[in-house]
Nanobody, 123 residues
Framework: QVQLVESGGGLVQAGGSLRLSCAAS????????MAWFRQPPGKEREFVAA????????SYADSVKGRFTISRGNAKNTVYLQMKSLKPEDTAVYYC????????????????WGQGTQVTVSS
C-alpha cells in the first residue's frame, strides 16, 4: 500500500504562483510513475502532469504547458507541482496519484490517490 499526502494548496490571485507537494509512504516507489490530476467544480477529473521513474521524463496537459513544472524529490518519494501564471480556470481540487509502470493520462490507470488539496485562483 502507498499513502499519499498533498499539501500547498490555497487561495491566490490570478498571475500568482503556488507549489504543491505530495509525500508518499508505505512502500518503495521504484518503477512507479507519479502524476497530478485536478477536478474543477462540476467537472470531470483531468490529467495535469506526470513524471516517470526512468529518467524523470515528464508530460503535461496542453492547458498547463509552460506554466506548471512537475518534479520529484531526491529520494523519489515526493513529487512537486510548481504552478506559475495561475488563471481562474486553474481552480480545482488537485490530486496526487501513483501507478506502476509508465505514465498514463487517464485517472483509472492510477492505483493510489491522495486526499486532494484545494487551489483557488481569484480574478
Amino acid at each position: 500500500q502507498v499513502q499519499l499526502v498533498e499539501s500547498g494548496g490555497g487561495l491566490v490571485q490570478a498571475g500568482g504562483s503556488l507549489r504543491l507537494s505530495c509525500a508518499a509512504s508505505g512502500r518503495t516507489l521504484s518503477g512507479h510513475a507519479m502524476a497530478w490530476f485536478r477536478q474543477p467544480p462540476g467537472k470531470e477529473r483531468e490529467f495535469v502532469a506526470a513524471v516517470s521513474w526512468i529518467d524523470d521524463w515528464t508530460s503535461y496537459a496542453d492547458s498547463v504547458k509552460g506554466r506548471f513544472t512537475i518534479s520529484r524529490g531526491n529520494a523519489k518519494n515526493t513529487v512537486y507541482l510548481q504552478m506559475k501564471s495561475l488563471k481562474p480556470e486553474d481552480t480545482a481540487v488537485y490530486y496526487c496519484a501513483v501507478k506502476t509502470g509508465p505514465i498514463y493520462y487517464t485517472s483509472r490507470e492510477y492505483d493510489y490517490w491522495g486526499q486532494g488539496t484545494q487551489v483557488t485562483v481569484s480574478s
